[in-house]
């Protein structure tokens, strides 16, 4: 394994390293991979190369026969690894134009895998957003771009519902950097509600599957700071700045029920 180091980044182009790895595949196949599983594959490689040679070796042994599950595994550990390795397995997926959607298949274990919601841990969903703002870079119209990510969301569904997508979108809000394509995915989901849902009937969904009021909720709550941003935008879309003003006193004086009251006395 030590002459590998030398071989640094080229080590996928290295005779001995491919025989090395038609070695493990019969030795997994005899033995079983718990045997020299993908962590174990991993922690070796770690040892013999730097993290961006590592990085750029796992990416191409996607392409190797019997490897690219493998190699799948072995990029979500060393992406979850250290924030460093975020920034460049994102530069090797930029070069070989790698699109989100591939990118998201990848991770998708650990997407889907454990239970996503906008309390929990959701630092892979964010950087897979922050690949997705890169790689989308030329699209100019943001409303567009925030469309096709919720599109593509509500097809690969990590989530139950839409109303999940919101309060999580809403929670993407805190993240400086992805502060606007939350907003605007957020919108696009506000968009597709009206007219069909009014405040109280939102307030409804968005409190699923517990049973509470979320008009009552403290105002640093997500699925709260979620209702609170559609009552405005349903406020303003349906009757106009002035009812967008008396409701923002509303909330401004920490009366959230007499802005519902106001909202469906309007209808």
């Known amino acids: ?61 996607r392409q190797v026969p019997r490897m690219k599950d493998h190699a799948e595994t072995m990029q979500r550990f060393v992406f979850l690894d250290s924030k460093s390795n975020h920034r460049l397995m994102n530069g090797v997926w930029l070069k070989s134009h790698e699109l989100p959607e591939e990118v998201y298949k990848i991770l998708k274990k650990n997407l889907a895998g454990a239970r996503m919601d906008a309390f929990g841990n959701n630092a892979l969903f964010v950087q897979w957003l922050r690949y997705t703002k890169i790689n989308n870079g030329n699209v100019k119209n943001d409303m567009i771009f925030g469309g096709q990510t919720v599109n593509f969301l509500h097809k690969t569904r990590p989530l139950k519902s839409e109303w999940e997508f919101s309060t999580l979108f809403q929670v993407m809000t805190e993240v400086p950097d992805l502060k606007r394509l939350a907003e605007n995915m957020q919108l696009n989901l506000f968009q597709e509600w009206l007219p069909g849902y009014d405040p109280k009937l939102a307030a409804s969904y968005l409190a699923i599957p517990y049973p509470i009021n979320v008009v009552m909720l403290p105002s640093s709550d997500p699925r709260f700071k979620t209702w609170e941003a559609y009552a405005l935008y349903f406020a303003e879309s349906t009757s106009g700045k002035g009812m967008l003003g008396k409701v923002k006193a509303y909330f401004a004086d920490g009366d959230p029920s007499g802005a519902l009251t106001a909202l469906m006395k309007s209808q």
């Open 1 to 61: 394994m030590l002459r590998f180091n030398q071989a640094g980044a080229k080590l996928d182009e290295t005779p001995a390293f491919h025989q090395w790895l038609k070695y493990v595949d019969m030795y997994r196949t005899k033995k079983g991979n718990h045997w020299f599983g993908d962590s174990d594959m991993v922690q070796l490689l770690q040892t013999a190369m730097r993290e961006e040679d590592l990085v750029a070796l796992l990416h191409s042994l």
